[in-house]
């Protein structure tokens, strides 16, 4: 987790809580620093408290405990229409009774900014989402994803340095989203400005963001790049809910610097990285994502161990094969492969070899 201080970060929270009724924390001790530029997920299941963080941010709810600072200055107790956040939200929160135009001149005049000003700032926001024809329409007469382009035009009209969007995409149809993904990064990198974005979608999180936070409980359980974070997860929750995982029970009998030694509960023994276990004894949940398992092939000889496993589904999904394995007594145990000419379609109750490497394999917390 990154730790905050006085002098780093666009946006720092330091030591914050959040508490709705004085005894449940929503918010635990966070500490967390944004830098400038920086596109930032927050990502976590409902409830994880992620929301209830960028809403003290935008100041639309207040802190328990703890300093929130944008650009070196405090502002928990400044009002939300003076902290210069642009703001996107899941329902467009667009004006009905008002115009494209009307919609994403309010902001401005609102800073008393001129007339002719104004009429330039919003022709330039509406280019910058490709919808320049549409200023004289109003909300109703667009589409789902137009709104939301109005939307984020709306919230970059000010030329604010920071923006915070909760859930923007999750009315949008699928293949509408994936573009808008690509569309809002785009454009955030363009402009420079800081993004704080919240959404539970795993895939959103992962390609769009210099950074993600995931949150459970009130806490971060691991901050880095989306890279990171899918192959080196810190714990089991992390593993879990980042991407397909596949979890194999078991004890720790013995560690020797980066590799430890597992028995599996139904005796079988592997090679691991120990990453959140600490004594021989320990319970643990191993961990291997599912792309990096092998079967039936030259690379098998080059895994610490191979376990026998039994084929229970397989399915076709155009580009990769997905197989379902009993192995170890988890009968959810997942083989991603990709389809090409040399790979072997696996039949149910086929037995197989699976094997992997031991760098891919991580013990965790049980």
Same mark, same amino acid.
């Given at each position: ?109 609102? *800073? ?59 009315? =949008? ?72 995982? @596949? ?28 990453? @959140? ?18 079967? @039936? ?9 191979? =376990? ?17 394995? *009993? ?17 072997? *379609? ?21």
């Amino acid at each position: 987790m990154t730790k905050a201080n006085a002098n780093d970060g666009f946006v720092v929270f330091d030591h914050v809580q959040k508490s709705y009724d004085g005894e449940i924390l929503v918010v635990k001790d966070l500490n967390l620093s944004v830098a400038k530029g920086e596109f930032l997920t927050m990502l976590g299941p409902s409830g994880s408290g992620k929301t209830t963080v960028l809403m003290m941010l935008a100041g639309f709810e207040v802190a328990t405990h703890g300093d929130i600072r944008l650009n070196g200055q405090p502002i928990n107790n400044i009002p939300p229409h003076k902290r210069g956040i642009g703001m996107v939200f899941q329902n467009y929160a667009l004006f009905p009774h008002m115009t494209v135009g009307e919609n994403l001149s309010f902001p401005l005049e609102v *800073r008393n900014m001129g007339k002719s000003d104004r009429e330039a700032k919003v022709k330039r926001a509406l280019d910058m989402v490709q919808m320049g024809d549409f200023l004289n329409r109003r909300p109703a007469q667009l589409s789902g994803g137009q709104q939301q382009r109005i939307a984020l035009s709306r919230a970059l009209v000010f030329e604010p340095e920071l923006v915070l969007m909760d859930e923007p995409l999750g009315a =949008l149809d699928k293949q509408l989203r994936e573009h808008m993904q690509f569309e809002i990064t785009n454009l955030a990198h363009q402009l420079g400005i800081t993004v704080v974005y919240v959404t539970h979608d795993q895939t959103e999180a992962l390609t769009m963001s210099d950074n993600v936070a995931v949150f459970d409980d009130g806490i971060i359980q691991q901050l880095a790049p989306p890279d990171l974070l899918y192959e080196e997860p810190m714990n089991s929750f992390v593993a879990q809910f980042i991407g397909e995982n @596949n979890t194999l029970r078991g004890v720790v009998k013995e560690i020797k610097g980066d590799t430890c030694l597992v028995e599996l509960d139904d005796g079988e023994l592997i090679d691991a990285k120990p990453v @959140n276990v600490t004594a021989v004894g320990d319970r643990t949940q191993v961990s291997i994502r599912p792309e990096r398992v092998e079967y @039936n092939k030259e690379r098998l000889h080059d895994s610490a161990h191979t =376990l026998n496993a039994e084929v229970l589904e397989f399915v076709y999904m155009g580009d990769i094969f997905r197989t379902r394995l *009993r192995v170890a007594g988890n009968e959810d145990f997942i083989i991603k492969t990709r389809n090409a000419p040399d790979v072997e *379609r696996l039949k149910p109750g086929q037995k197989i070899k699976i094997g992997w490497l031991p760098s891919d394999c991580r013990a965790l917390d049980a």
